[in-house]
């Protein structure tokens, strides 16, 4: 799981790579997004493009992100994701709780 | 789909890097006896989250401790046991996962996963210790095979 972090407008973008799954892809995600927070990130966007697997641990820390981020006063939100990943935010029902765009340009402007 | 002798074994430590080993082999087995890529990716998931339970909740993450994993066809039947060397537990999971009270919850999916992705699942414990969960799945009409 390869995570680089860039910024346009006011926005941190995470774009992700490989698997989300337990014990190395999740402390990545959590990391990366800790590292955003830290350094003053208050919007942050994930890029699930380049993503392949995700499997319950990693939902779990795409969960533990969001509440993270909306604690402190912030917005997290996806976009590009891949068909499967897209099935399992529906299987689980977690496409009700996150903002999820096809398209960057219009992600960002969202914030 | 193969013959119902086929079968095979794997051992590996606790290590959640293992999980890979366990899936490359799986789905290489799988790939080559005709299963399609959507099938091979949800079995898959579903065998990640056995092997995951089983190096941590039964293991407790002790590279020392072995998990088995046995892989074979029956009646068509894809039919996956994991077994782990601890002390037996209970499988965690939440009422479901997908009610809105437990949507943030990040914890108590894994058992979710399987029953999602699999036919069947079960967990037994065996009178000298340890977990087995066996999970099975028809590899039999369009779901279990390249188109």
Not at chain 2, 5 to 26: C, K, M, P, T, Y
Request: with cysteine.
């Amino acid at each position: 799981m390869k995570i680089s972090q860039r910024s346009r407008d006011n926005v941190v973008i995470l774009d992700c790579k490989g698997k989300i799954t337990i014990g190395v892809g999740d402390v990545a995600l959590r990391e990366a997004v800790h590292a955003a927070l830290d350094g003053g990130a208050r919007n942050l966007l994930i890029n699930l493009q380049g993503v392949s697997t995700v499997d319950s641990s990693g939902v779990g820390e795409l969960v533990s992100s969001y509440t993270t981020v909306t604690n402190r006063g912030g917005k997290l939100k996806l976009v590009n994701l891949p068909a499967k990943v897209a099935d399992i935010l529906q299987i689980t029902q977690l496409i009700t709780v996150f903002e999820v765009f096809d398209d960057e340009d219009e992600a960002v402007e969202s914030f | 789909m193969p013959d119902d002798d086929f079968r095979f074994h794997l051992s590996v430590g606790s290590r959640f890097e293992n999980i890979e080993l366990v899936q490359a082999v799986l789905n290489d087995t799988l790939e080559r006896i005709g299963c399609g890529d959507d099938v091979r990716h949800w079995i898959d998931l579903a065998v990640r989250e056995a092997v995951a339970n089983a190096i941590k909740h039964g293991n407790r993450n002790d590279p020392d401790k072995a998990v088995e994993v046995d892989v074979a066809i029956e009646e068509g039947d894809l039919v996956v046991q994991v077994l782990d060397q601890g002390e037996g537990f209970e499988p965690v999971e939440v009422s479901d996962p997908r009610s809105p009270e437990n949507l943030l919850n990040p914890n108590g999916r894994g058992i979710f996963y399987m029953k999602s992705f699999m036919d069947q699942i079960e967990y037994s414990f065996r009178p000298e210790g340890g977990t087995v969960v066996t999970l099975r799945k028809s590899l039999s009409g369009p779901a279990g095979s390249k188109e």
